[in-house]
């Protein structure tokens, strides 16, 4: 079965931290991978799409990791900002129909 | 957000009733979707549409209906066929299946 898992479930740090979130997946064939952050009551913002010959990409402060072998990724934040509180949501396109598989998401919160 | 606006962005159905949200695009995509966001789940598609005229069903297309008659515009009708539809709903356009890009979201509340 074609799924996205996500963890942790939610996150709490303290402002200026780093952090690691995780995505696993088993989706077959793949086609590429979406980070989205979204924040709450708002649509999901695109922050790095890594297609399958792609092992890293960054996007300011946050920076996206693909290993299609273990299929694993991971978005590390930077320096953590509370502007950064927000749902992250590992979306892996791929499967019979190459439509989006969702991840339910991490939720985020960051304190000065 | 971004080319993609989506109306009203809170909305109250009282029960038996049917609703519309609406979804426009300026971003000349092609294709547009329609996705439900419940908590602690992922998003699940109803609908899409990838050319005028023309739609299929997602997973979850039970109790809802679209139409696509112009390229810019694909609204969602929750009817009263669907038993539980308190959530979030998200339109999205792609050209390509690659970008997507997500509206600003509707929050539908049975009263």
């Known amino acids: 079965k074609n799924q996205v898992e996500q963890s942790p479930q939610s996150l709490i740090i303290l402002e200026g931290k780093n952090c690691t979130l995780q995505?696993?997946?088993?989706?077959?064939?793949?086609?590429?991978l979406r980070w989205y952050k979204q924040d709450t009551g708002r649509g999901p913002v695109s922050l790095t799409i890594m297609t399958f010959s792609e092992n890293t990409k960054s996007n300011g402060r946050y920076t996206a990791t693909l290993d299609a072998d273990t299929k694993q990724s991971s978005l590390h934040i930077t320096a953590s900002q509370l502007s950064d509180s927000a749902s992250y949501i590992c979306?892996?396109?791929?499967?019979?129909?190459?439509?989006?598989?969702f991840g339910t998401g991490t939720r985020l919160q960051v304190f000065p | 957000d971004g080319g993609i606006t989506q109306s009203p962005k809170y909305l109250f159905r009282k029960e038996g009733q049917n609703v519309t949200l609406s979804c426009e695009q300026n971003l000349n995509h092609d294709a547009m979707y329609w996705y439900r966001q419940d908590p602690g789940q992922g998003l699940r598609l109803i609908y899409y549409s990838q050319i005028v005229n023309d739609f299929q069903k997602g997973d979850i297309a039970e109790g809802y209906s679209v139409s696509r008659e112009k390229k810019e515009s694909f609204p969602l009708t929750v009817t009263s066929a669907q038993k539980n539809p308190t959530a979030f709903y998200l339109c999205?356009?792609?050209?390509?299946?690659?970008?997507?890009?997500f509206g600003s979201g509707t929050r539908l509340t049975v009263v």
């Open positions: 999205a356009t792609t050209k390509t299946n690659y970008g997507y890009t």
């Open positions: 995505c696993n997946y088993t989706v077959s064939p793949f086609s590429n």
């Open positions: 979306v892996v396109s791929g499967g019979d129909t190459d439509k989006l598989i």
